[in-house]
Each structure stands twice: as C-alpha cells, then as structure tokens.
C-alpha cells in the first residue's frame, strides 16, 4: 500500500459553543430602573389627589351594594342614580360642616365667657360612694378635693391660658376649613365618576391582579373588598349606636343642647376618638350645677355607652369580612396609628392581601411537596 493510497481525513465535527442566555441583564435592569421612575414620577405628580382618591374608592367600595340598590330602585337609570347619592354625599358631609364652623366662629367669645365663669364657681365636695370605687377612688377623690380647695383666681390663672390656647386653635381649625371643603367637594367628584363607571374599574382591577397572581389575586380583591365594607359597616353602626345611647343619657339628664351634642359624639366616633370627651364634659357639668345623683348615673351610663365599643365593632366586621377577626382589628388599630384616619380602611385591605398571597403560597407548597411524595411512592 502506497503513501498515496492513503486517505487520511480530520474530523470535521465541532463543539458547540454555549448558549447565550435568552435575557439580557443590563436590558431588564434598565427596564425596571425606568417603569419604577416613571411610576414614582406619576406618584409625584398626582400626590396632592392621592388622599381623596383613596376616601373616595373606600367610599365607593362601602357603599357599593346600597347604590347598586338605589339604581334599581330608580329604574336601572345609572346617570340618576350618580345624580342623587352625589347630593346625598353633599348633605351629608358639606353641610354639617359649614354649619358647625359658623357656629364656632360666631360662639368662641362665649365660651370663653362661659368657660372663666364656670372657673370662678366652687367645685361641689364629691359624693362619697365615688371614693370608695376600687381602685381609682381615692385618686378621683384626692384630685378633686384639690381642685375644690384651690382658690377660684388661682385656679382661673391657671387654666385661662389653656382656654384662650383651646379657641386660638379652633378658631384656626375654622380658618382652614376652606381646603378642607376643597378637599371634601374633589373627593366627592371622584366618587360620582367612580359610581359611573364602577364596573370599568373593578374589571380592569381585577385584570392587574390577575396578571400578577393568578386567581389568588382576585380572590385578594374580593376579600380587600369584603374588609373595606366590613370596617366601614363596622366603625359607623358602632358610631351611630354610642351615639345614640349617649344622646339618650345626656336627654335624660337634663344636659342642654343634646342634639347637637349627639351630632359631636357620632362625628367623634366616626374618628376613632369615641364618646367620652362630650360625656366626661357633661359629668362634670351637671356636678358644676349640684345636680349630683344625675351626675353619678350619667358616670354609669358613660362607662356603658364606652363599653359598646368593644362588643359591638368586632362582631360587625367579623361578619362583613370573611377574615380573622385578630387581623382585622389589627390592621384597624395598626392603619389607624400608621396613616391617620384613613388608615383604618387602608389597614385591613393591605393585610388582607398579604394574608391571602401568604396563605395561597403555603398551600401551593404544600400540594407541590404532596405530589411530589406520591410520585415518588
């Protein structure tokens, strides 16, 4: 065999290079660096509308079920039915309040006048059956015997300032009354558009949560929805209720001015202060006038209209809300300390998603781990 006869041939095969991954790191990262900044600039951009966006979905979220009731009521006429809850919301917020500052503003001068003579007047001694009250009456009775011991210029020299710094900052409060009406009428107005077109919103909502959790996600919109109403229905029943109870006891003693004090106390109670300062005040006015059985029974009927709060709020929002009643009232009282007033709406809902997203995710876990077993079995 010749040199020649030889066919000698290389393999022609090559490695294959690597795969480029089918993402781009500096791509993504630019991506992400330029949705946050547009999304933090449209935040920027629309922060002074942020508060009465969110009065206005919770608003519109509470009161769902009740305008989809008025629609019907008014022959399936949507237009007309925006038209009339609109001008309930208008009667119901505006008006009180225009009426309430101009009656602070026309009776400061008397309640300081009202105020020094109610200063300048002895303290009757207190009844002896509120010294034997556990616990606190000894303190009560020691507090008030200094009080009553004091003389009526010392006592006046003392509390003066106070009152004077007490109407300077309602008469402030009356002053800035104006961006609060502005703010009142804008959060209104966006109601009225979210009632028009209130199934736009829910379907595109539900879509955004789809997209980012499945069906869990609309099962957490279902269930913010289910908090929202369930505080609301929660908080101004429980109002509504002290309120009342308290107005009853006030009538009953003989306090003037009851209705409008009634008012007070389901305003205080819509805002989380609760009935005692309108009560408390009152106790203490009838003891001024030596009215003092209607004092002491006035006491009573205060710790019960108080007492009313803790029985009544958890059983209406456990029933609204297809949650654990612990979260709820947390996310109440933790909403309320974290965002103010509207924090008790906010609260609930952010739990409420959280909740569900961590539950959905457990459980899904442990179906993979289940399945998982089985196969291997």
């Keep these: 065999m010749s040199a020649g006869s030889l066919d000698v041939r290389l393999p022609t095969t090559v490695e294959p290079r690597p795969a480029r991954p089918s993402w781009d790191l500096t791509r993504i990262?630019?991506?992400?660096?330029?949705?946050g900044g547009l999304l933090a600039a449209s935040l920027w951009i629309l922060r002074p509308f942020l508060p009465s966006v969110i009065w206005a979905t919770m608003i519109v979220?509470?009161?769902?079920?009740?305008?989809?009731?008025?629609?019907?009521?008014?022959?399936?006429?949507?237009?007309?039915?925006?038209?009339?809850?609109?001008l309930v919301m208008l009667a119901a917020l505006l008006v009180p309040l225009a009426f309430a500052t101009i009656a602070i503003v026309q009776r400061a001068d008397d309640f300081v006048?009202?105020?020094?003579?109610?200063?300048?007047?002895?303290?009757?001694?207190?009844?002896?059956?509120?010294?034997h009250v556990p616990v606190v009456g000894k303190k009560?009775?020691?507090?008030?015997?200094?009080?009553?011991?004091?003389?009526?210029?010392?006592?006046?020299?003392?509390?003066?300032?106070h009152v004077r710094d007490i109407v300077r900052w309602i008469l402030g409060q009356a002053g800035s009354?104006?961006?609060?009406?502005?703010?009142?009428?804008?959060?209104?107005?966006?109601?009225a558009l979210m009632y028009a077109?209130?199934?736009?919103a829910v379907s595109g909502v539900l879509a955004f949560a789809r997209r980012l959790a499945g069906e869990q996600g609309s099962r957490a919109v279902a269930l913010s929805g289910g908090a929202i109403r369930a505080v609301a229905l929660g908080i101004v029943v429980t109002a509504l209720v002290q309120a009342l109870v308290g107005g009853i006891g006030l009538f009953a003693a003989g306090v003037p001015h009851t209705v409008l004090l009634t008012c007070v106390m389901l305003m205080l109670g819509i805002a989380q202060v609760g009935p005692s300062p309108v009560m408390f005040g009152a106790v203490i006015w009838l003891f001024a006038q030596d009215r003092t059985t209607w004092g002491i029974?006035?006491?009573?009927?205060?710790?019960?209209?108080?007492?009313?709060d803790n029985v009544l709020r958890p059983l209406l929002i456990k029933r609204g809300a297809d949650l654990p009643l612990l979260l709820i009232v947390a996310g109440v009282v933790g909403g309320l300390l974290a965002f103010g007033l509207v924090g008790l709406f906010v609260g609930?809902?952010?739990?409420?998603?959280?909740?569900?997203?961590?539950?959905?995710w457990v459980q899904d876990g442990g179906a993979d781990s289940t399945s998982q077993q089985e196969n291997a079995s």
């Design 140 to 161: 009560i009775a020691f507090e008030w015997d200094k009080i009553a011991r004091a003389p009526s210029q010392e006592l006046a020299a003392r509390v003066g300032p």
């Design 177 to 191: 009354v104006g961006g609060l009406l502005l703010q009142l009428l804008l959060t209104i107005g966006i109601a």
């Design 29 to 35: 990262l630019l991506a992400v660096v330029g949705i």
């Design 197 to 200: 077109r209130g199934e736009m």
């Design 348 to 360: 609930p809902v952010i739990l409420a998603v959280a909740y569900t997203l961590l539950v959905a």
């Design 113 to 131: 006048t009202q105020a020094k003579t109610l200063i300048a007047r002895p303290l009757p001694p207190l009844p002896e059956r509120i010294a």
């Design 297 to 308: 029974v006035l006491i009573v009927w205060s710790l019960v209209t108080m007492s009313l």
């Design 61 to 86: 979220v509470a009161t769902w079920p009740m305008f989809r009731a008025l629609e019907r009521r008014l022959w399936g006429r949507r237009g007309l039915a925006v038209v009339v809850i609109t």
